[in-house]
């Protein structure tokens, strides 16, 4: 296959004083070396080089993973590290990560071959998970620290961290404490041993002592650096997610393939209609196709103006700007039912340009096939001849062009290639619809539809429907049928309780999905006690995963009570308590988070079938790729192409996605590289004896727990 060049003048030295890189000077005779931008990550199954590895994929930052309990793996020796390319010296990997220190038995050839390796070429290396001691430049954490839960502490990043590769974040590292009956987090916490060149990065207080001892700290020695983590974890737990970026960008310096940010996006679905409300007597909700009680009338929630004023405050208060997926027959039927007024729509149109605006279908009518509600659950209707009755293509064209001429006319700021149906139908949902409505497809070509919302918990993967590719949204566990606490509540213990507790039973029916509240939730006090700290941790989980998919909540949930400002002000009020100004959340409209989404799968294809290939040499780094294929890279602050910047700024570096282009990209950084050290004179060599990872004796490890969500 043609391959595109893309070429980088790098020029590091200022990263790499700041973290303190060795330093050593090449022989002016002597070829530069070329350093692949690849990780090796060398993994025992645990949690902690897991973390990382899933860490560098959502990024797309290449990596290669040997397993260490499988027999057929390859073995870690001078060939698979280095080679010689085209007569200059290769290292085939940036930085190495270990489960520990070193997982090798007693004298181990592999280690051996990787200190060597790490000391020729100045790779870092990254010890995911070991215990404190003075191996790794620490005193022992039980006697003279602490080994233990660290449930619930909170951490803080030195002046050395927020100087280094932890900057973006604030200060605080709280860890979480979910469950106190289950323990989440064990580690060590020890101070650095008399004259070892140990720099902490992440502290905590010592229980029962004046001093802190280190969670995350760099320790050199014989011509090696390492970054010492002493705390287990897994790729879901927030103090995890809090350090990731770090821990990447301080085994890469700063350079590497792949991008990550923190992204959150809102959908508020149904506005300018009406929401039906949950009945807490039938335990449905009157309106709804499965509670059709003829004596119980639909009870329905609409916002009102002083709603829109609230939301455009919050708006301005939190600089995030909300997504509305508008239902036009909402504010037509309301007009023509009320001799032509309607306060909410003329207030939304009063600051149309304060929101952006999604189509949502004329009448939210239900897009897949047509509907036997005369059983419940509902069923899909057959022709005569027993095949699905599905809505045709032309009901579907109208309800999408429909609801976009009335936008249009009416000035809404729209993007006629964005589409969500409502209740995401026309794409498939079991156990009723087990495939698309075959007419979906062709009706969104019809109207230009490229962007079609789907439920994550239902499709989460994106994929070609038609002209449009799917965009999934995370919803929210704050129902559209809610406008009330106490009604959230209510619900909420009808599906979340055993029948005998007087719940539906559907956690008992679905344990692998769901999980049954110990007791019901106090409909005074669970909302804001139980449901919201819930969604606030769920969400916020999304935001720090490098995830651009939107979440959805509903027109309801901003009417009555609000109850969806707490989640939404939980997620953001704890973001911005976490993180440094320089790395805000990303709030991207919904076409931009579906381009997201297409151009990383494209990116992680090439990268998995091997077809991109990157690595420095010197001042320069190459990029070789398959034409047409946009490349993610994050560099140093300071970086320009020609005369202009390089990428946008975020959490202390810059990064963009590149398009493939016939000539070369040249990418200049703030200043020269170091070279690799030379072999320090008279340093003795690194042993390479595997540590006792074992736990003291007198301590309990507890297995890590992997939070659910």
């Known amino acids: 296959m043609k391959r595109s ?5 790098c020029t590091v030295g200022a990263l790499i004083a700041t973290l303190g890189w060795p330093v050593g000077a090449a022989q002016a005779d002597e070829p530069a070396v070329r350093i692949d931008l690849r990780v090796l990550v060398v993994s025992d199954g645990g949690p902690a080089t897991d973390a990382i ?29 280095a080679d010689t390319v085209d007569g200059r010296p290769r290292a085939k990997f940036q930085a190495v990560v270990l489960p520990d220190d070193n997982p090798f038995p007693t004298g181990s050839a592999e280690m051996a071959a990787l200190v060597e390796y790490e000391r020729t070429y100045a790779i870092p290396q990254v010890d995911a998970y070991t215990y404190a001691r003075p191996e790794v430049g620490l005193q022992y954490g039980v006697g003279s620290g602490y080994a233990g839960s660290v449930d619930g502490v909170e951490a803080q990043v030195t002046a050395a961290g927020r100087s280094g590769p932890f900057g973006y974040l604030d200060g605080a590292v709280p860890f979480e404490d979910n469950d106190p009956a289950i323990g989440e987090s064990y580690a060590y916490l020890s101070t650095p041993v008399a004259g070892a060149d140990f720099t902490p990065y992440v502290e905590a207080q010592i229980p029962g002592r004046s001093t802190k001892g280190s969670l995350v700290g760099e320790y050199r020695h014989d011509g090696r650096r390492e970054l010492v983590v002493t705390f287990v974890y897994n790729q879901h737990q927030q103090q995890f ?38 009945n807490s007597e039938l335990n449905c909700t009157p309106g709804d196709v499965d509670c059709t009680d003829p004596d119980v009338e639909a009870d329905p929630i609409r916002m009102t103006a002083a709603d829109v004023d609230h939301a455009t405050d919050w708006q301005d208060e939190h600089g995030l700007t909300l997504d509305l997926a508008y239902n036009a027959a909402g504010a037509v039927d309301h007009r023509e039912q009320n001799g032509g007024a309607d ?8 600051v149309r340009d304060e929101f952006r605006w999604i189509n949502h279908t004329y009448s939210h009518a239900f897009l897949g096939c047509k509907q036997d509600t005369s059983v419940v659950p509902w069923r ?13 293509r032309t009901e579907i064209s109208d309800e999408i062009a429909l609801n976009r001429v009335w936008g249009e006319t009416n000035g809404l700021p729209l993007e006629n290639d964005e589409l969500v149906t409502g209740e995401h139908s026309g794409l498939k949902v079991t156990p009723q619809q087990p495939e698309d409505n075959p007419n979906l497809g062709p009706a969104l070509t019809d109207n230009g539809v490229t962007w079609l919302a789907s439920d994550n918990s239902r499709d989460p993967g994106q994929r070609r429907v038609g002209s449009a590719l799917t965009v999934s949204r995370y919803p929210m566990n704050v129902f559209y049928n809610a406008g009330r606490a106490a009604e959230q509540v209510d619900e909420y213990n009808w599906i ?6 007087g719940g539906s039973g559907i956690c008992e029916d679905n344990p692998a999905t769901s999980t049954c509240l110990p007791e019901p939730l106090d409909t005074a006090t669970g909302y804001t006690d139980h449901i919201v700290p819930l969604e606030t941790r769920i969400a916020l989980g999304h935001v720090l995963g490098n995830d651009p998919r939107p979440h959805f909540i509903h027109q309801s949930n901003l009417a009555e009570e609000r109850i969806a400002y707490p989640v939404l002000d939980g997620v953001l009020t704890e973001y911005a308590d976490l993180f440094a100004d320089d790395t805000p959340v990303v709030n991207l409209r919904q076409r931009e988070i579906g381009a997201e989404l297409e151009r990383r799968a494209a990116w992680q294809a090439a990268v998995d079938a091997g077809e991109v290939t990157a690595y420095r040499i010197g001042t320069t780094v190459t990029v070789e790729a398959p034409d047409g294929l946009a490349t993610p890279a994050t560099m140093p602050a300071g970086t320009t192409t020609g005369t202009a910047a390089y990428g946008d700024a975020y959490a202390g570096l810059v990064s963009a996605w590149t398009p493939a282009a016939a000539e070369p990209l040249t990418l200049a950084l703030p200043s020269a590289p170091a070279a690799p050290p030379a072999d320090p004179a008279g340093a003795s060599a ?15 490890e507890p297995v890590p727990y992997a939070p659910q969500g």
């Open 53 to 81: 590895a899933a860490e560098l994929g959502r990024a797309g930052t290449p990596y290669t993973e040997i397993d260490l309990e499988q027999s057929a793996r390859p073995v870690i020796d001078e060939d698979f590290l």
């Open 686 to 700: 690194p042993s390479t004896t595997a540590p006792d990872t074992s736990v003291p004796a007198g301590v309990t």
């Open 496 to 501: 979340y309780t055993s029948r005998a507790q």
């Open 241 to 278: 997610r809090l350090l990731a970026r770090g821990i990447v960008e301080w085994m890469t310096g700063g350079v590497h393939l792949g991008a990550s940010h923190n992204y959150f996006a809102v959908h508020v679905d149904d506005v300018l209609a009406a929401d039906d409300r949950w």
């Open 343 to 350: 306060e909410l729509t003329d207030r939304f149109l009063a």
């Open 5 to 9: 060049m893309r070429t980088a003048m």
């Open 380 to 392: 899909c209707a057959t022709t005569a001849g027993g095949a699905v009755d599905w809505v045709s």
